[in-house]
């Protein structure tokens, strides 16, 4: 089953109704096939430093979170984020982080590519944390990775989408150094 984090605003509020819609479509909604379909992402953190870890997407032109789409047969979106962060860091002790709960839902635009049309992606946002952050290695060479602090991350990436979840994961990791239950 799957969980979408509470809507913050009308912009997230329609976001989430339509991807309610494709949670109850026919088929399920991880189809690449479909205009409109879920993917599972991930905000890396390092709470200890307070960094976080963004990914170079060529294709966005972006800096962005890690993570994507299902593979045949997966359904559970956490374990999309986590496999995903896995395979694109080269990070093997990710987890959930404060918990498991997504963080945020919005839906991205994706340009066309020679393989495929124009698209739409309704994008189920994690945290997940590392204890070993040295230890990541860009899966390919046109995928870098850079650890920053969240203000160097706001900066350097262009997308207001993920400045937004950044802020998300700024208040859970105040809330965490501050020794607070941390929140989304």
């Known amino acids: 089953m799957v969980v979408l ?3 913050r605003d009308a912009v997230e509020a329609v976001d989430a109704e339509r991807t309610r819609e ?3 479509g026919p088929g399920g909604p991880w189809g690449r096939e479909l205009p409109l379909h ?4 991930a905000l890396i953190v390092h709470p200890p430093t307070r960094r976080v870890l963004l990914r170079w997407h060529a294709r966005q032109h972006a800096w962005i979170l890690v993570g994507g789409h299902a593979d045949p047969g997966e359904t559970d979106p956490l ?7 896995a ?3 080269g990070l093997t002790d990710l987890a959930p982080w404060p918990d498991e709960n997504p963080v945020h839902l919005v839906i991205v635009q994706v340009p066309a590519s020679p393989r495929e049309p124009a698209h739409e ?12 952050p040295d230890a990541v290695r860009p899966e390919r060479e046109d995928a870098p990775l850079r650890w920053l602090t969240l ?14 979840t950044l802020d998300r994961a700024a208040t859970a990791l105040s809330d965490a150094q ?4 941390p929140h989304a």
């Open 5 to 7: 984090p509470e809507p």
């Open 22 to 24: 494709i949670l109850d």
């Open 38 to 41: 879920l993917t599972a992402t």
């Open 79 to 85: 374990a999309i984020a986590l496999r995903e962060g």
């Open 87 to 89: 395979e694109e860091t």
């Open 121 to 132: 992606h309704a994008d189920l946002r994690f945290m997940l944390a590392t204890g070993s």
């Open 151 to 164: 203000a160097e991350a706001r900066e350097l990436t262009t997308e207001a989408n993920v400045r937004e």
């Open 178 to 181: 501050d020794g607070a239950r």
